[in-house]
């Protein structure tokens, strides 16, 4: 028979739970809003709700559990450190109240390393020994596997490619640094850039599309799409940044292929393209080789991560 876990991914705005086979099907699924102004305590408490719910409502019996959350993770104490999702959620045992309720081992890993090994046993990544993952979206994340297993590095940290330094005098990152890979290309980074162009008058049609909203990488994709050229320019040059950082990361690393995932992917060739370009530009020898693979796990990449690290713990 074959074996099933429990995967929650625990985001900024939803809080899901599914029973997962090993060949990575759903087959049961919980979906709330993450509780806003919640205690740790009483998020911690609905997840375990989340869990016990998606393993009562399927079947066989999950051998384990995992909880993929953004965020500082001390994966081997079972601990977050620091999670930006949730306000109060510092230094907190995850795993020791799922564990006693549910009655199986548990664990917790970072959403993007968790996302990294999803691709590879579930999705992009399969058939590849080697993988390099980046997650696109409000910030910049990234999980790195290798001889087919997630690489935590000595306290966790590694595949935070989001804190690469592309530019020493650029703009501050909240990690304290500046000039990084997330400050410079990320939701967060191109709302920055929609704002500055919107306070400088430089666009009209940008101007349009924000109204009254705060402005977003949406509302600078949507003003490209309609033929602003700053606007684009704006996109293909995040683009090229990205490409500059994933190459330099292929070329220490040597990764079979270079999966994506994430919103900002919603921009398409517009920002894929000079990624590419930029990325292959860097290759040092055989890198030329890697391949680049868009995810195919979609809306499921957290649960199916969550999943692929409760049956690699189990089997490690
Ligand atoms: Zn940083």
């Known amino acids: 028979m074959t074996r099933t876990v429990l995967a929650a991914d625990f985001g900024g705005t939803h809080l899901r739970a599914a029973l997962v086979s090993e060949a990575g099907e759903i087959l049961t699924r919980v979906d709330h809003a993450t509780p806003e102004e919640a205690t740790p305590q009483s998020v911690i408490a609905r997840v375990v709700d989340l869990l016990a719910e998606a393993a009562e409502a399927g079947s066989p019996r999950p051998a384990a559990a995992c909880i993929a959350t953004a965020g500082l993770i001390n994966a081997d104490e079972g601990k977050v450190i620091l999670a930006p999702n949730i306000p109060g959620f510092r230094n907190l045992v995850l795993t020791t109240p799922v564990s006693e309720r549910l009655g199986v081992p548990a664990f917790i890993e970072n959403d993007a390393s968790a996302a990294a090994l999803g691709e590879f046993r579930f999705g992009a990544g399969k058939g590849t020994r080697h993988l390099l993952h980046a997650t696109l979206g409000t910030g910049i994340g990234g999980g790195i596997v290798i001889d087919g297993k997630l690489y935590r590095g000595a306290k966790g940290l590694a595949g935070e490619i989001g804190h690469i330094i592309l530019n020493p005098a650029g703009p501050k990152c909240n990690c304290g640094s500046r000039g990084c890979l997330e400050a410079m290309v990320s939701g967060v980074a191109f709302a920055d850039r929609a704002r500055r162009i919107l306070d400088q008058g430089k666009s009209r049609v940008l101007h349009e599309i924000v109204g009254y909203e705060d402005p977003s990488a949406t509302h600078l994709y949507i003003a490209a799409t309609k033929g602003d050229a700053l606007c684009e320019a704006e996109i293909r040059h995040g683009g090229h940044l990205l490409g500059l950082g994933l190459g330099s990361l292929v070329n220490v690393l040597n990764p079979d292929a270079v999966t994506l995932s994430g919103g900002l992917l919603a921009m ?29 796990l979609g809306e499921d990449a957290g649960l199916l991560g969550a999943a692929a690290v409760a049956f690699e713990r189990l089997d490690g």
């Open 268 to 296: 398409g060739e517009m920002l894929v393209r000079p990624m590419r370009e930029a990325m292959y530009s860097l290759a040092y020898g055989p890198a030329a080789g890697t391949l680049i693979r868009l995810s195919t």
